[in-house]
């Protein structure tokens, strides 16, 4: 039996199904209300001990995919990645599960100037202090059915009569398929070798910002003009718009990272785990 947390996310509901398809028997900690047919689900919050500990009794290994990309009332990177990492770690002591995989970020690092990098990062201490038999994983910005990113781009091409360029579009994103991130989760459950391992995945490309942008542009047929905002303007107008309109689409903590590379050497995921990672071009359409 495994474990997956988060499990009815956009990467854990690729990797649900990836592991039935492998006869595998699956497991899920979900929050109420959330269901996946054919799969035990186990309603509880991550960061209430004994639910986790009850959902691990019995599995062999538990995934760890819990996170978020943006803070809301009662959901914050603090309480999702740092105090859900510390349960899911003890219920794993508890329960006796010796084997942890661990979904981190790229560009996870102390003194990051995003909150979610740095509660990333404190989650991955957690899990290398905890002697556990873990992996982890710090995958770029991930692509395809089902998740936000492509068709919040997609939604800032169509809104108004510009395109905004935050600072200057150069910020390098190397976009991967979920698919290719199961095959490296489902690969390391059967590799011994990536105990003790961290391992950072990306695609085979990288894009600045405003290079992806006019990939979307294209391939949607929007032909409009670009204007770039500099981000000495963009930070502290942000942070005011963001207490009277908290959906915005980009955040100050995602404006923080794009500003920023989020981009790796992928040459040791490919041979480790012996994939050929898609392009991005090759799923547009998705």
């Known amino acids: 039996m495994i474990l997956v947390t988060g499990g009815t996310g956009f990467v854990g509901r ?20 959330d269901d996946l047919p054919g799969v035990e689900i186990i309603h509880g919050d991550v960061r209430d001990l004994s639910a986790v500990v009850g959902a691990a009794r ?68 957690l899990v290398r202090a905890s002697e ?6 710090r995958p770029s910005v991930i692509f395809g059915s089902g998740n936000s990113f492509l068709p919040q781009m997609r939604e800032l091409l169509g809104r108004g009569p510009v395109i905004p360029i935050p600072g ?40 600045g910002f405003e290079e992806l942008v006019d990939l979307l542009a294209e391939s949607e047929g929007v032909n409009k003009p670009k204007v770039h905002l500099p981000m000495w303007l963009l930070r502290p107008a942000l942070s005011m718009m963001i207490q009277v309109a908290p959906k915005l689409p980009v955040t100050p903590d995602q404006l923080a990272m ?11 995921m490919c041979e480790t785990f012996g994939i050929e990672p898609a392009s991005l071009r090759e799923h547009l359409a998705d």
């Not at 690729?14 to 209300?33: C, D, I, P």
């Not at 599995?59 to 740092?82: N, P, T």
């Not at 290719?180 to 990288?206: H, M, N, Q, W």
């Not at 794009?258 to 040791?268: F, M, S």
Request: aromatic share 6%.
């Open 258 to 268: 794009l500003g920023e590379d989020n981009a790796c050497d992928i040459r040791e």
């Open 132 to 137: 556990l038999a873990a992996t982890i994983f």
């Open 168 to 207: 200057g579009g150069m910020g390098l994103l190397q976009p991967i398929w979920v698919k290719d991130v199961v095959s490296c989760f489902v690969g390391a459950l059967a590799k011994p070798e990536t105990i003790g391992r961290d391992y950072e995945l990306g695609g085979p490309e990288t894009y």
């Open 58 to 125: 019995g599995c062999r290994a538990v995934i760890h995919l819990v996170g978020i990309i943006r803070e809301s009332r009662g959901a914050s990177f603090r309480a999702l990645h740092v105090d859900g990492t510390r349960t899911v770690v003890r219920a794993c002591q508890e329960a006796g599960v010796e084997r942890l995989i661990h979904m981190s970020a790229l560009g996870a690092r102390p003194g990051a100037r995003s909150r979610y990098h740095r509660t990333k990062w404190r989650a991955e201490e």
């Open 14 to 33: 690729h990797l649900v199904s990836r592991l039935m398809e492998m006869e595998k028997r699956v497991r899920v900690l979900a929050r109420a209300g």
